[in-house]
């Protein structure tokens, strides 16, 4: 079986090495000059860092190095992965610098159709046939910059406006007036070094969101309170099993009273009060959709002056003021403006599918609808490689890897269709109501990342023993406790290996 992966981040590769060594023929494309999905050099900003420590953000049979940082750098992260594709020997079947621009179903829908051809040329496609395709595009692949009225005058005025994964050069910045929109991961990391050089360094928040320090009042490392499957049923799940059911039942004063707890250490530590930072609603909502650690001297710069922070702000227009490129907010307020830059989210979509093939993957409201989140319920010889956004999104990546594997080599028996859809509908208006509609058109699963890998494990009979299970209660989930998952998965569908899998055969 000749099999397809598109993406070589972190689920690209462990997708790789996991199908190889399952017995499948694999090519990997990606459109990019090096591995790393979001960390390749072409997408890193100055200032990213992982919000994973070094020890949890890896995957199950390659730690990182022991002299990396708690919190590996961007580029730092990008190295590990070279080391990755260098220890599983992925290098043969890497296909870079290479786009996909199209995949069909052809010939009754058994095999697919793959046009590519190399990033930035002009040339006629090649068309090449495969058995199976694997979507590791990756959920933070295409960002999304809002159409700023206006913004035709301020760019031939001299403004620039970016995404933050566009932005590499700190130098274009300096001396010149910043405006970072957003208040997630990316925007608070960029404003750090922007602000170091910017003549004005302004952020402006559409909705501020919870920061959690990496070391709790200075001494309780993060890992221990949201990295263990006791700070993840401190939320409460879909359907709440064993100790959750207490913690979400009889026990659920003790629960809240936790993590108001946290929230009013954070508040202090980070004196969010002094600086009118206090983000709306209660800290239980630092899960509602994403989670962000706080930005080290983020808070810092902002007591300083020298970051100046617009909450509950928009811009509402881009214009030109004084003869110079400027940014007026919705409130009237008008920032000169030489430099935009956007960490407004990412559009979740298969850019090498058209629409048709894209209809059949959603629902009626343009959510994926993936069993698993990565089986298509009405699409065969496809599934989907880091679709489940998570703390953990390395070791979700590769266990969902694990299960393709299983699938093809017909290891897993399938719920009908039916009972699949429904299923995966329910999931998704529970992800709406808890988040609002901000799941990322539910691909994002924080926080319950370890939830999502003991269904994954669990289906496939798996899973790790209850002892190891309980350790993770209290201790930092160590993705190495994974690494013979995949050795156990291929030895127990070696009897099976020639059929093909239930949802196959359909």
């Known amino acids: 079986m000749r099999i397809a992966i598109v993406g070589a981040g972190f689920a690209g590769l462990s997708a790789a090495k996991v199908l190889r060594q399952s017995g499948f023929d694999v090519t990997v494309f990606d459109k990019t000059p090096d591995v790393g999905g979001v960390w390749s050099r072409t997408r890193r900003y100055p200032g990213l860092r992982t919000q994973n420590n070094k020890g949890t953000y890896h995957l199950s049979d390659l730690p990182m190095p022991a002299h990396y940082p708690e919190w590996p750098t961007g580029e730092q992260v990008q190295r590990y992965l070279e080391s990755y594709v260098d220890t599983f020997g992925l290098d043969a079947v890497l296909r870079l610098s290479t786009e996909v621009l199209s995949a069909e179903l052809v010939d009754g829908e058994t095999e697919w159709l793959i046009a590519s051809r190399p990033t930035g040329s002009q040339d006629p496609p090649t068309w090449e046939r495969y058995d199976h395709l694997v979507v590791a595009n990756g959920i933070f692949s295409d ?147 994403t989670v962000s650690l706080a930005t080290d001297g983020f808070f810092e710069r902002v007591a300083e002056g020298r970051i100046v922070v617009h909450r509950d702000r928009v811009i509402s227009e881009l214009l030109v003021d004084d003869g110079g490129p400027a940014a007026r907010l919705a409130d009237g307020t008008v920032l000169p403006a030489d430099l935009v830059i956007c960490g407004t989210g990412f559009r979740q979509h298969v ?69 699949m859809r429904e299923e995966v509908r329910t999931r998704l208006e529970w992800m709406t109501a808890r988040t609002k509609g901000h799941h990322a058109r539910g691909t994002n699963i924080i926080p319950f990342s370890m939830h999502n890998i003991d269904e994954v494990l669990d289906e496939l009979g798996l899973n790790l023993g209850r002892l190891a299970r309980a350790r993770q209660w209290l201790a930092p989930v160590d993705p190495r406790s994974y690494r013979r998952v995949t050795p156990r998965m291929i030895q127990r569908t070696a009897a099976t290996g020639d059929r093909p899998s239930v949802r196959e055969a359909v």
């Open 143 to 289: 960002p999304v910059v809002p159409p700023f009225p206006g913004r035709a005058e301020f760019t031939a005025a001299g403004g620039r406006v970016l995404a933050s994964g566009e932005f590499h050069d700190l130098e274009t910045a300096r001396g010149r007036n910043v405006v970072v929109v957003g208040y997630g991961k990316s925007s608070c990391d960029v404003a750090i070094p922007l602000s170091d050089v910017a003549a004005q360094t302004h952020l402006v928040a559409r909705e501020l969101l919870w920061k959690m320090p990496k070391k709790l009042a200075g001494a309780v490392n993060y890992k221990y309170l949201l990295l263990t499957r006791m700070g993840e049923a401190l939320f409460r799940y879909l359907s709440p099993k064993g100790f959750e059911r207490f913690l979400h039942g009889p026990g659920n004063g003790l629960r809240r009273r936790m993590l108001d707890s946290v929230g009013s250490v954070a508040t202090r530590q980070l004196k969010l009060r002094e600086l009118g930072l206090v983000p709306n609603g209660t800290f239980e909502d630092i899960a509602r959709s």
């Open 351 to 419: 850019p090498f599918f058209d629409a048709a093939l894209h209809a059949r993957l959603e629902d009626g409201s343009g959510n994926f609808m993936l069993y698993r989140q990565i089986l298509p319920i009405d699409v065969p010889h496809l599934t989907f490689a880091g679709y489940n956004s998570s703390f953990f999104s390395p070791l979700g990546a590769e266990m969902a890897a694990v299960w393709t594997a299983a699938h093809l080599r017909g290891g897993i028996t399938l719920p009908s269709r039916e009972r």
